[in-house]
């Protein structure tokens, strides 16, 4: 690369007034004598360089065929998914973008340096949101994409760091060949949105992996980052889907401990903290069982404080005792709407694995679930199932990283006779689990 010719560099990308900084910074660099590309591969806004192996372990899953197109989303300074996709073919049109010039014209630099491969300028992409990306895309089609897409919007046009996200839904849907294949990076979380929009746009990357993913990797490649020494915020999985898929077959899961294959539709509606195929077995048969109703539409419309503001002059006023947290208490201005029935509340922000019982005094929070009951039985037994090594179980594996629970997963009780109390045996005869599984289970649980 002629090191000075910066504006036939930039011809295809879409650029910021910022970026004659940038410039000028990465010539100095340029113009320096062994130049270490590494000391680009975190930016200021968080994006972190892809390991060499989990680049090779990645595109090892993609058909790198003979003047086949090959678009990496976020291709970092030390370009690792190009280097891995010329390893095993030279003979390919590449294309590159990201979220920083720099990493844009360090890559295009390493490229030609190592491959003698010079990446045409129009195929050089700069964005910083999902709108940009789409613009510089336009309607080209890929034989592959890869990368480790940014986590957030770095444009400030949004409030979600759900970019990669975006870039993954965009890119299967849009910028894919029919026989295709796509292999990204991305975060462990993908399967724990916290609130609708971002809940909305992850769904849109569960649905691809349910029916196209033939690899997934999930929390095994953050060895590679560990290996690197990088320490990133997040722990990483990856996927890889292909349009030309049997929806039917199944797909290849890797944990750290544990390699075997499974319906990746199944895979998708259990993302569990300890992921193989007793406990995935477990999962199915739970799944089959039906779940009871909670209530809907019972939000509490009245103001809170906690006990520590409560005295004298606004106890009058704040009589209403609310179940905010499993040990929580708080006290609102107005009755909720379901302050006075027999339920059992099932709060959001709980560190036990089970819910409350709750006779008729307490109303409860905005977060979690609630159950209402035909009588005091009814409720306790709930609670008491709720208790047992396999709902024990069942919640542990679900819980957030930060360790707090979704609605999701707390409205997960079995519609079942609470007349009775149940005991452990009596769950695991109710679902039919096998010795091996009853054993996981207890040992899991002690």
């Known amino acids: 690369m002629n090191t000075g010719n910066y504006?036939?560099?930039?011809?295809?990308?879409?650029?910021?007034?910022?970026?004659?900084?940038?410039?000028?910074?990465?010539?100095?660099?340029?113009?320096?004598?062994?130049?270490?590309?590494?000391?680009?591969?975190?930016?200021?806004i968080g994006d972190y360089s892809t390991p060499k192996s989990l680049t090779d372990e990645i595109v090892f899953h993609i058909d790198v065929i003979e003047g086949g197109s090959y678009l990496d989303v976020s291709v970092g300074a030390d370009a690792n998914f190009i280097c891995s996709l010329l390893e095993k073919n030279k003979n390919i049109n590449i294309?590159?973008?990201?979220?920083?010039?720099?990493?844009?014209?360090?890559?295009?630099?390493?490229?030609?340096n190592e491959f003698g491969y010079d990446i045409p300028d129009s195929r050089i992409f700069l964005y910083k949101n999902i709108t940009e990306f789409k613009k510089g895309m336009n309607d080209?089609?890929?034989?592959?994409?890869?990368?480790?897409?940014?986590?957030?919007?770095?444009?400030?046009?949004?409030?979600?760091?759900?970019?990669?996200?975006q870039i993954y839904a965009d890119c299967f849907k849009y910028r894919l060949k029919d026989n295709g294949q796509q292999g990204l990076v991305k975060p462990k979380t993908w399967a724990t949105p916290k609130d609708e929009n971002r809940t909305s746009q992850t769904s849109d990357v569960l649905d691809i992996i349910k029916e196209y993913a033939t690899h997934i990797n999930i929390d095994d490649c953050k060895k590679h980052f560990i290996d690197a020494g990088s320490k990133?915020?997040?722990?990483?999985?990856?996927?890889?889907?292909?349009?030309?898929?049997?929806?039917?077959?199944?797909?290849?899961?890797?944990?750290?401990?544990?390699?075997?294959?499974?319906?990746?539709?199944?895979?998708?509606?259990?993302?569990?903290?300890?992921?193989?195929?007793?406990?995935?077995?477990?999962?199915k048969k739970f799944r089959k069982l039906k779940?009871?109703?909670?209530?809907?539409?019972?939000?509490?419309?009245?103001?809170?404080i906690s006990s520590d503001e409560l005295n004298e002059s606004n106890k009058k006023e704040f009589c209403y005792p609310v179940q905010y947290a499993m040990t929580t208490v708080k006290w609102a201005n107005a009755p909720?709407?379901?302050?006075?029935?027999?339920?059992?509340?099932?709060?959001?922000?709980?560190?036990?694995?089970?819910?409350?019982?709750?006779?008729?005094?307490?109303?409860?929070?905005?977060?979690?679930?609630?159950?209402?009951?035909?009588?005091?039985?009814?409720?306790?037994?709930?609670v008491e199932f709720c208790k047992t090594k396999l709902m024990n179980f069942i919640i542990s594996q679900q819980r957030f990283h930060h360790g707090l629970l979704n609605t999701a997963v707390v409205s997960n009780i079995p519609d079942i006779d609470y007349t009775k109390t149940w005991k452990d045996d009596d769950v695991y005869t109710l679902l039919d689990l096998t010795k091996e599984e009853i054993n996981y289970i207890e040992t899991y649980i002690r």
């Open 140 to 165: 080209m089609k890929f034989d592959g994409i890869v990368g480790n897409p940014p986590f957030g919007d770095s444009s400030n046009e949004s409030t979600y760091t759900n970019l990669w996200a």
């Open 7 to 44: 504006k036939e560099l930039l011809k295809g990308m879409f650029l910021r007034e910022e970026t004659n900084e940038q410039l000028v910074l990465v010539k100095k660099k340029l113009q320096t004598s062994g130049l270490d590309y590494s000391m680009f591969n975190v930016s200021n």
């Open 232 to 283: 990133p915020g997040s722990t990483f999985s990856y996927t890889i889907v292909t349009k030309t898929k049997n929806k039917s077959s199944n797909a290849e899961v890797t944990t750290p401990d544990n390699q075997f294959d499974v319906d990746p539709a199944v895979f998708c509606k259990n993302i569990i903290v300890d992921i193989n195929e007793i406990s995935l077995s477990i999962f």
């Open 336 to 382: 909720h709407i379901l302050q006075n029935e027999k339920k059992v509340i099932f709060p959001n922000q709980n560190t036990k694995n089970y819910p409350l019982y709750d006779s008729g005094e307490y109303a409860p929070a905005n977060r979690g679930a609630v159950f209402i009951v035909k009588s005091d039985l009814e409720g306790k037994n709930i």
């Open 291 to 304: 779940m009871l109703k909670k209530e809907k539409g019972c939000s509490l419309k009245a103001e809170m």
């Open 95 to 112: 294309f590159i973008a990201d979220i920083s010039i720099i990493n844009l014209i360090l890559a295009k630099k390493k490229v030609y």
